[in-house]
């Protein structure tokens, strides 16, 4: 499957203010942004990924960046509606992050450099989280941003 994408907030980062790199890469995403149920695309070549590739950098002129931050346009009810449909997380205290593998289990990674060591959970820590977006280098994992949720009012 290439990208499962219905929105641009499905592929933006986690402060809405960019695209996600890992969208623009030559392998399928891997997470889950939305609920849809997808039908399997099978057979995806290199030419579907440098045809999306074009299409992202003719609608996203600018470096990649939206010229209209995505804000606060969606109330997020619960947790689970926050996590759902995100993968990494920050602690508010940016001590942790956080993957979330599955339904049941999450890996908590020390901010030592944000290591690749991790301690698996099987639940989410209780406090705040953001949602991040990171990369992944020789040295470790590399926080690129974090976006709050809007509790509502």
């Known amino acids: ?25 030559g392998s399928a995403f891997e997470g889950k942004r ?3 149920a997808w039908p399997r695309k099978h057979h995806v070549c290199s030419s579907d990924y440098t045809m ?4 992202i950098d003719f609608l996203f002129p600018n470096n990649l ?17 926050w996590t759902d449909n ?3 997380f920050l602690s508010e205290d ?27 959970m099987h639940d989410h820590s209780m406090e705040c989280l953001y949602r991040a977006t990171v990369c ?8 690129l941003s974090a976006g709050h949720r809007t509790v509502p009012t």
Not at 99 to 109: E, G, I, K, Q, V
Not at 136 to 143: A, D, P, T, W
């Open 52 to 55: 999306w590739r074009k299409a």
């Open 34 to 36: 939305n609920d849809y």
């Open 1 to 25: 499957m290439l990208h499962v994408v219905v929105n641009v907030s499905d592929i933006a980062a986690a402060d809405g203010r960019a695209l996600d790199q890992v969208f623009l890469v």
């Open 94 to 120: 940016r001590a942790f992050l956080y993957f979330r593998l599955d339904a049941s289990t999450w890996h908590r990674f020390l901010r030592r450099g944000y290591h690749e060591e991790f301690l698996v």
């Open 65 to 81: 960046q939206l010229l209209q931050p995505l804000g606060d346009w969606i109330i997020i009810k619960s947790d689970s509606e």
């Open 136 to 143: 992944s280098r020789e040295s470790g994992i590399h926080l």
């Open 86 to 88: 995100w993968d990494w």
